[in-house]
């Protein structure tokens, strides 16, 4: 398929502007009450291209906002291809590649390379960490307790939503304790480098998105080749010792796993943490509610953190043909993003979209992906860490009150940086 680069258009740019800066910097509700204007009209519109960190000549895109379209293009990678990259923002194709490992493959390809990967997180895979996974999720809360004895706010994110993402992957991967908070800020840093936060202007961002992803290459790499000496019970030995058609990993294609990981496994879980919480404060009649039987309703529950907090905002596609969706032509080679933010509120499919509701069901939310072969595949994993979590938290936290969370300025997650947290 061409290049994006190479793709010329002549469509007119929807009024409605869901590319500017000034846009991704309003609160999740007013965002989306422009989604839903999007979503109300007949086929897709057409947007002008995000502000990128890096030079490009990309015409703009179609915004995919409609649960059922979301889920069209995710299940029909012969139409929309992966292979050209999965930012909404502007970013040549071979850093995606170096970013997203198989995310930025199809299938045949992005099959095998799945599998691979995927046994690290079969059920009995997962199953045989979840006493690890509930002795940390003890731990976590433990240490926050403590640190609300001193009657000073504790930050939520820093004291719990990254801890146990963080330490599940690290010690499943093998990486060692003292480069756990390096590796995790590398990781959350890849999805927020646009964030004020993080970098400044654009060329700032590019290099410390860079930065970034170099730390998290060469822990990879480094810690692959250890384990090619000195095999331990890990999933890294276990990669370093897999085939793909008869051939090893090589450095470069471990090193794009270990961003991947890192990224996925890590900032989405710890993004789902601090909204559901919020969540819970703000509704006291949903906590209560899932109180009088947690261990029966907190499967449910967790579905609810999912669809409410869609961590992960957007993804990107290509046109491999020339097709359309619903009823707008879509030429080969163009790009179309899929926002999951708006089709996990998308009246048509969830009843009353905009409360918190723990009962919901049924609740098909595409926080995980919509389906297809590119469907998330930590999603066990991340269901096990938060139901872990939040028993902990709904069982043992004494009454606190939240102060005002602050936000990351993102289009790809849905993001908190700060959220103070205090004794009542």
Known sequence: MPE???????????????????????????????????????????????????????????????????????????????SNGISMDPMPAEIQRNMAFFLTMDPPEHTRYRRLISMAFTPKQVRRIEAQIEANAKRIV????????????????????????????????????????????????VFSAGDDDYAGGLEEQAA???????????????LAKKRRVDPREDLMTNIVNA??????????????????????????????TSHAFKALMDNPDQRRWLLEDLEGRIGGAVDEFIRWSTPVISFARHAAVDTEIAGTPIAAGEKVVLFYCSGNFDGEVFDDPYRFDLDRF????????????HFCLGKQLAVMELKHLFTELLTRLPDVELGDPEYVRSDFVHGIKRMPVRRV
């Not at 504790?154 to 690290?170: E, G, H, N, R």
Request: charged share 25%; proline share 5%.
């Open 4 to 82: 994006t680069s190479e793709v010329t258009s002549t469509h007119a740019f929807h009024p409605l502007d869901i590319s500017a800066t000034t846009f991704w910097e309003k609160d999740f509700r007013n965002r989306d009450d422009t989604f839903a204007e999007l979503r109300a009209i007949d086929g897709l519109t057409w947007h002008c291209p995000t502000e990128s960190m890096f030079p490009h000549e990309e015409t703009g895109y179609w915004a995919v906002t409609r649960h059922a379209d979301i889920r069209h293009v995710s299940q029909h990678p012969e139409l929309f291809s992966s």
């Open 142 to 189: 433990g240490e926050l307790l403590d640190e609300l004895d001193s009657g000073a706010p504790v930050d939520f994110t820093d004291a719990v939503s990254k801890k146990l993402p963080m330490l599940t992957i690290s010690e499943m991967i093998g990486i060692h304790p003292d480069e756990y908070e390096a590796v995790a800020f590398a990781a959350e840093s």
């Open 208 to 222: 410390f998105l860079m930065t970034q992803f170099g730390i998290l290459t060469g822990a990879g790499v480094e």
């Open 243 to 272: 085939e793909v058609d008869g051939r090893r990993l090589t450095d470069d294609e471990i090193g794009a796993f270990m961003v991947l990981l890192g990224s996925a496994g890590n900032d989405t879980t710890k993004q789902t």
């Open 362 to 373: 049924p609740n098909p939310h595409i926080g995980f992906g919509g389906g297809g072969p």
